[in-house]
């Protein structure tokens, strides 16, 4: 309880100054005069000007105000190393039973690192979780902060003024002294680069804390999970590598060096980086054997795919043909066919025989090169017509190996639907074509289908009678795709509604140049904030579970749902970030979590040496727990000492909270009137005599 005297003036303060100024100036000029009763008029006047400012006697009821210290503990990933985890959590739980001695704290604890986004917890930001508990607090309330860490934290402020508030700071460090870490990241890396092409790029090895290993180390670089080379490089000197990029589209080009004997941890002895890969513009021999009505349809959509540099001839004049018309009156251009199919060959990413026949336009030794540039990676699209059955099939030539059926002679000439096979619901190139979804396919009748033999390879669409149309096969390194029927540009022109020829078409020319999404059997993987989901695309009935390694070494496995023929997908919400591996069955895949190499990663070593010079400007303590545990913990006022190796200080606060207050006035009521009328009493009696 305090006691105040407080004034609460009848009048304002200048008429009452006024006043009270000229009874001063009565009372001093009667005693300059010596008259009698001066000292008791003076007397008088002091009453009435006293009554006139109403002093009153305030009496308030206050309770004291607690500071507030924040416990802030580190969890981070990089506190999951070793026993940091056990060391904080000890740590903590003496901390709270220490403050709870002290009826004056309040304790404002927060874990940091827990929750929030990937690109939050790629970094240790404790100074940001500090400003969030101090935000509702005055700065006279704040009695400190102790944060529990391993040192590595990221948003340390630069002096005082940006720490916000005057109060100390103490910090307890996890880990061991002395600690090792070897770890190895990119200094410069391309965020694009052209498929097949090798990129260039910058790497660094550094070595943290007191080093005996050797300063060279061998990198070994992986493209997409594939080791693909390795380089010798020194620590602490940039070095640079020519990394070929395996696919077009994402590629995650990974470095790794070998795990020293002592490291704090494994996971920064690999660095990654995301190169988006370009593929040049596909280079593709369209050939046709004749003029016909699908012609085209082939030549219009490869035309339109910004992507393709197209290649196209017709046959129109054949070498049989004789007609009496001189050489050097033709308009036409001459087959250009040794460099096409001897010099240039392998220049091609894919060769479309449409509707051609043997007609000793290309000499017979040339589909032996093409075989060959099949067997050795290239990719082979036959479009059949009437001729394959023929007499001048291609099937009678060298080819034949290369081809995944063999014409029967037979040609089927009647109105049907090209329906889906099994393999073909699941099979990337024909799952969920626009109007396969119904039986019959809702899309147009085809007039004409050649047969074949014992086809080869996988059939993914199916004629009357289910005669294969579409024939998908792998022939050596390459690939070989054939169309047993001419009639597909009844699609294009409309009839009966049309179909997805557009689809249909780019997806086998895609699927023949191997593109990634187009294969049977593909494992891919994604993120979506914090949840990892995982695709696996198969021909089997079912995938497995899905395997995953998560940054910090730990296992977890994925459920995979079917979402659709041949299509399984899972998901993991997960608190880590960084690179997880996924493998299922025979597939591997790689995908990373939040922000590519994160600053969480780079340095795993504990240290003092981050947080130390804060921690002595703002008075407070730095030390490691190992060595010292928790130090005892006291209150201090003002600008004393807060604290050595030994002890801890946290500021106490002044302030209180107002309860209640009594009012007291001296001058009301019948005491204020007896103290006036005995002061001028007093006058007039001593006037009177």
């Known amino acids: 309880m305090n006691l105040l005297l407080s004034f609460e003036p009848l009048f304002s303060w200048?008429?009452?100054?006024?006043?009270?100024?000229?009874?001063?100036?009565?009372?001093?000029?009667?005693?300059?005069?010596?008259?009698?009763?001066?000292?008791?008029?003076?007397?008088?006047?002091?009453?009435?000007?006293?009554?006139?400012?109403?002093?009153?006697?305030?009496?308030?009821?206050?309770?004291?105000?607690?500071?507030?210290?924040?416990?802030?503990?580190?969890?981070?990933?990089?506190?999951?190393?070793?026993?940091?985890?056990?060391?904080?959590?000890?740590?903590?739980?003496?901390?709270?039973?220490?403050?709870?001695?002290?009826?004056?704290?309040?304790?404002?604890?927060?874990?940091?690192?827990?929750?929030?986004?990937?690109?939050?917890?790629?970094?240790?930001?404790?100074?940001?979780?500090?400003?969030?508990?101090?935000?509702?607090?005055?700065?006279?309330?704040?009695?400190?902060?102790?944060?529990?860490?391993?040192?590595?934290?990221?948003?340390?402020?630069?002096?005082?003024?940006?720490?916000?508030?005057?109060?100390?700071?103490?910090?307890?460090?996890?880990?061991?002294?002395?600690?090792?870490?070897?770890?190895?990241?990119?200094?410069?890396?391309?965020?694009?680069?052209?498929?097949?092409?090798?990129?260039?790029?910058?790497?660094?090895?550094?070595?943290?804390?007191?080093?005996?290993?050797?300063?060279?180390?061998?990198?070994?670089?992986?493209?997409?999970?594939?080791?693909?080379?390795?380089?010798?490089?020194?620590?602490?000197?940039?070095?640079?590598?020519?990394?070929?990029?395996?696919?077009?589209?994402?590629?995650?080009?990974?470095?790794?060096?070998?795990?020293?004997?002592?490291?704090?941890?494994?996971?920064?002895?690999?660095?990654?980086?995301?190169v988006d890969a370009i593929r040049e513009n596909l280079r593709v021999l369209l050939v046709s054997g004749e003029p016909h009505a699908g012609e085209r349809t082939w030549r219009n959509l490869l035309k339109s795919d910004a992507s393709v540099d197209l290649v196209h001839f017709t046959i129109l004049r054949p070498p049989e043909k004789q007609d009496g018309t001189p050489i050097n009156e033709l308009s036409l251009i001459a087959f250009p066919t040794r460099e096409l199919f001897v010099e240039r060959i392998k220049d091609f990413d894919l060769i479309i025989f449409d509707r051609y026949q043997h007609r000793d336009v290309l000499p017979t030794l040339y589909y032996d090169y093409i075989a060959q540039y099949v067997e050795q990676g290239g990719a082979l699209l036959v479009a059949a017509g009437p001729e394959y059955a023929g007499e001048a099939t291609i099937a009678n030539t060298p080819l034949a190996p290369a081809l995944p059926a063999l014409p029967s002679g037979g040609i089927t000439e009647e109105g049907f639907r090209p329906e889906l096979t099994e393999l073909g619901r699941r099979h990337p190139v024909t799952r969920g074509l626009e109007g396969s979804q119904t039986s019959p396919p809702n899309w147009s009748r085809w007039f004409r289908l050649i047969n074949v033999d014992a086809p080869e390879g996988e059939v993914i669409m199916k004629g009357p009678r289910d005669q294969p149309l579409l024939v998908l096969n792998r022939k050596g390194e390459g690939r070989v795709g054939m169309f047993l029927s001419d009639q597909a540009w009844l699609w294009a022109r409309g009839f009966e509604g049309g179909g997805p020829h557009v689809a249909l078409y780019r997806r086998i020319a895609h699927w023949l140049m191997k593109e990634p999404e187009l294969e049977e059997e593909a494992l891919s993987a994604g993120s979506k904030g914090q949840t990892l989901e995982v695709t696996r695309q198969t021909m089997a009935d079912e995938s497995g579970k899905a395997e995953v390694i998560l940054p910090s070494g730990k296992t977890a496995s994925i459920e995979m749902v079917k979402t659709g023929e041949g299509l399984f997908t899972g998901k993991l919400d997960t608190e880590e970030v960084g690179l997880f591996r996924v493998a299922n069955g025979e597939l591997n895949t790689l995908v990373h979590v939040g922000p590519v190499n994160a600053p969480e990663f780079l340095s795993t070593v504990s240290t003092l040496d981050i947080l130390q010079p804060l921690a002595r400007q703002t008075g407070g303590v730095a030390t490691r727990l190992a060595s010292s545990g928790v130090p005892d913990i006291l209150p201090v006022r003002g600008k004393a000492e807060a604290g050595n190796g030994q002890w801890m200080g946290l500021k106490t606060t002044d302030e209180t909270i107002l309860r209640s207050v009594s009012r007291l006035p001296l001058f009301a009521g019948l005491l204020g009137l007896a103290l006036l009328l005995f002061a001028l009493g007093s006058v007039w009696y001593r006037e009177g005599r």
Do not use: C, Y
């Not at 903590?92 to 986004?117: M, N, T, W």
């Not at 770890?183 to 052209?194: E, H, I, M, N």
């Not at 060096?257 to 690999?270: C, F, H, K, Q």
């Open 14 to 274: 200048p008429v009452l100054a006024a006043a009270a100024l000229v009874l001063l100036a009565l009372a001093l000029f009667g005693l300059l005069r010596r008259a009698r009763g001066a000292w008791l008029r003076l007397g008088a006047a002091a009453a009435l000007t006293l009554a006139l400012a109403n002093p009153v006697f305030l009496s308030e009821d206050r309770d004291p105000v607690k500071s507030v210290v924040a416990l802030i503990s580190d969890r981070s990933q990089s506190q999951s190393l070793g026993e940091r985890t056990a060391d904080t959590d000890k740590a903590i739980a003496a901390i709270k039973e220490k403050l709870g001695r002290f009826k004056q704290f309040e304790v404002r604890e927060f874990d940091a690192g827990k929750g929030g986004s990937a690109e939050e917890r790629a970094s240790t930001r404790l100074f940001a979780a500090l400003t969030d508990i101090f935000r509702d607090v005055p700065p006279s309330r704040i009695a400190g902060a102790i944060l529990v860490t391993d040192g590595q934290v990221h948003d340390v402020p630069k002096d005082l003024a940006a720490l916000g508030f005057d109060a100390p700071v103490h910090a307890l460090i996890t880990g061991k002294d002395k600690e090792f870490d070897r770890s190895v990241r990119f200094t410069q890396s391309p965020r694009f680069g052209l498929a097949g092409k090798p990129s260039q790029m910058e790497f660094l090895l550094t070595d943290e804390g007191p080093s005996t290993q050797s300063a060279e180390a061998m990198v070994r670089v992986f493209v997409n999970g594939e080791q693909v080379a390795q380089q010798s490089a020194q620590v602490g000197v940039k070095a640079q590598i020519d990394v070929p990029l395996g696919h077009a589209g994402a590629n995650i080009i990974e470095l790794a060096t070998d795990v020293l004997p002592g490291e704090t941890s494994e996971s920064n002895n690999r660095a990654v980086a995301t």
